[in-house]
């Protein structure tokens, strides 16, 4: 007889995968959300000046929705760009938030929904379950295949000069996400393999994550990375492979569902001071220090990464240890094919940042408690110098 561990699973409720839905925008929201009057779309500067935001707002506006875009997100969204945006939201009284972007628009639009219509201070909704209240109606739609934040039920936020908060509560989890790869062309293959592997490590922590690990985790972890190996190197070596880009969104969608219920490690645990102090996209931080960390935890974690090994390299054989590794190379493989750093010099990183790094990596308790293995100070130095 199995006898699994009592688990609980959320996730959002409405998921549509249909390349030009974007397009489609305001019968998706007529439909879902009849009541909606005043929408405001959510994005950055950069994506605003694709052009793409265009024709998800002309057809809320053939809705019958007023339309507002707020397009002042950056990269690691300090607290006072979510501040200004909840302000935005007010005094628009907006009555719909629509996410368009990468992980930081949709992580704004996630605050500006709790936040917009509730009197409670940005300082007290820092950390696990501590949003009061609802929230208005929240619609994602990501222009990236990575974070998975459309189906996540977490904010992060920079509250100081390297320092990120994260919120967590169940109100963050969006009425409906939205995946449309025709949103997703344009983007750079180094962007395009950054974020895939990001996602690709979602699946592979979630798979081994220590204590909430599920039935249901683990299938969106394996359907996640079965997509997501099959479909990276084809859509860094064409972007415009609408078919592949699609897969890579619903991958990277799997991908957040397992790890929203079965949380990451130590992979972004070590990842979190490289972005922080130097600036490194999230994505890009992941995949330097990601072998190093297969290959520290394998001898706790060799026989559930001998079983990702079947999807990511099927050609793999050998002992469990033979099979775990051959699953780390496969990922430096990835990193190698498609022309992204892969050392923490290349990064700018020098030998005498690592212990610096070392002690940021350690503060990440929250993280480093889901990992397979325990990890110490002079773990986390070894694992940065062997990715130096
Ligand atoms: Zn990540």
Redesign the pocket.
């Known amino acids: 007889m199995t006898d699994f561990p009592a688990f609980s699973f959320s996730t959002v409720p409405h998921i549509v995968s249909e390349s030009g839905a974007a397009g489609r925008l305001g019968e998706h929201i007529a439909q879902r959300f009849p009541d909606a009057r005043r929408a405001l779309l959510v994005t950055d500067p950069g994506f605003l000046r694709t052009g793409l935001v265009d024709a998800p707002a002309a057809s809320l506006r053939t809705a019958g929705l007023t339309v507002e875009v707020y397009a002042q997100v950056m990269a690691d969204p300090p607290e006072t760009v979510v501040l200004e945006a909840v302000a935005a939201a007010r005094k628009f009284r907006c009555d719909i938030v629509i996410g368009l972007g990468g992980g930081s628009s949709m992580d704004v639009a996630k605050l500006i929904a709790v936040l917009a219509n509730s009197g409670q201070p940005i300082s007290t909704i820092y950390g696990i379950g501590n949003v009061k209240g609802s929230r208005l109606p929240l619609v994602q739609i990501p222009t990236t295949a990575?974070?998975g934040s459309e189906v996540t039920n977490i904010a992060i936020v920079t509250t100081g000069a390297t320092t990120k908060m994260g919120v967590v509560a169940p109100q963050l989890y969006a009425d409906l996400a939205l995946l449309d790869a025709e949103l997703t062309l344009g983007l750079p293959s180094a962007v395009t393999a950054a974020t895939g592997i990001?996602a690709m490590?979602?699946a592979i922590e979630a798979y081994t994550s220590k204590h909430k690990k599920n039935p249901l985790s683990d299938l969106l972890a394996r359907q996640a990375l079965a997509l997501l190996s099959a479909n990276l190197i084809p859509v860094c070596e064409n972007g415009r492979n609408l078919a592949a880009r699609q897969a890579m969104l619903l991958g990277a969608l799997l991908a957040g569902q397992a790890f929203s219920n079965a949380p990451?490690a130590a992979v972004?645990a070590l990842?979190y001071p490289i972005g922080g102090i130097f600036h490194v996209p999230?994505?890009l931080s992941?995949s330097l220090v990601l072998p190093h960390v297969l290959r520290f935890n394998a001898p706790e974690a060799a026989p559930l990464y001998a079983e990702l090994a079947e999807i990511v390299v099927p050609a793999a054989s050998g002992s469990l240890e033979a099979r775990a590794e051959a699953l780390a190379v496969a990922m430096q493989q990835i990193a190698t094919v498609t022309g992204i750093e892969r050392t923490l010099q290349q990064v700018g990183i020098q030998a005498s940042d690592l212990d610096r790094l070392a002690d940021e990596a350690m503060l990440q308790t929250r993280l480093l408690g889901n990992n397979p293995r325990t990890v110490t100070r002079t773990d986390a130095r070894a694992i940065y110098a062997a990715a130096f």
């Open positions: 990575g974070t990001d490590v979602h990451v972004h990842a999230h994505g992941n």
